[in-house]
């Protein structure tokens, strides 16, 4: 299989150099990406004790390193490089992942990441013409997207039909296995609760 990320081999030697500071028998480094395939993704580089690991983490022996992906983050890690320039100050890392904000996402993708393409897909693209978007907060247990309205949405008097008509409707069409979705600044009504 081929590697998804490049690590050049100043920044094997430079995360090398980091991990025996760290005088911790067999660390490495684990690569995740938080809000993958959003506008909002951030690539994280962290410390990881043996057995901080999670079991479907993909590993890779490096030559001076080993690295954990974590599984959800590897098909926005395409083309992903992580590179170590030095300078007078004693350098940066730095990490160049191009796909981490576009949606990848099939079937078997996780809820989140789902209904977070449909959102930023589909639905902001059309209120971004009003200085709105929306942004998934959570999921719950139940399977209900809860959901904030920012920009222009925000106190609009028209969010309840646009919430409900619109995008309940899309992201329930899209991502079947939603039950509804719910409004993070509406914690009073709750006349549309599925469990009251």
């Not at 890392?93 to 977070?116: F, G, H, Y």
Request: hydrophobic share 35%; with cysteine.
């Amino acid at each position: 299989m081929s590697q998804p990320i490049q690590i050049t081999d100043n920044a094997q030697e430079y995360l090398a150099e980091l991990l025996a500071k760290q005088n911790v028998e067999g660390i490495a480094v684990r690569i995740f990406i938080t809000q993958p395939g959003t506008p909002y993704a951030e690539t994280c580089l962290a410390y990881c004790r043996p057995g901080e690991e999670e079991p479907s983490d993909e590993r890779l022996d490096l030559d001076k390193i080993t690295v954990y992906l974590e599984k959800n983050s590897i098909a926005f890690l395409e083309e992903a490089v992580v590179d170590f320039n030095a300078d007078r100050m004693g350098g940066q890392l730095t990490i160049k992942a191009p796909n981490a904000k576009m949606p990848q996402v099939n079937a078997d993708s996780p809820l989140e990441d789902r209904v977070n393409y449909v959102l930023y897909s589909e639905i902001n693209p059309g209120l971004a013409a009003h200085g709105g978007e929306i942004r998934l907060m959570q999921l719950t247990e139940e399977n209900v997207a809860v959901l904030q309205f920012g920009g222009g949405c925000q106190g609009c008097a028209a969010v309840d039909i646009t919430l409900k008509d619109g995008v309940e409707k899309t992201l329930v069409e899209r991502v079947p296995e939603l039950v509804g979705i719910r409004d993070v600044t509406d914690h009073t009504d709750d006349t549309n609760a599925y469990y009251r």
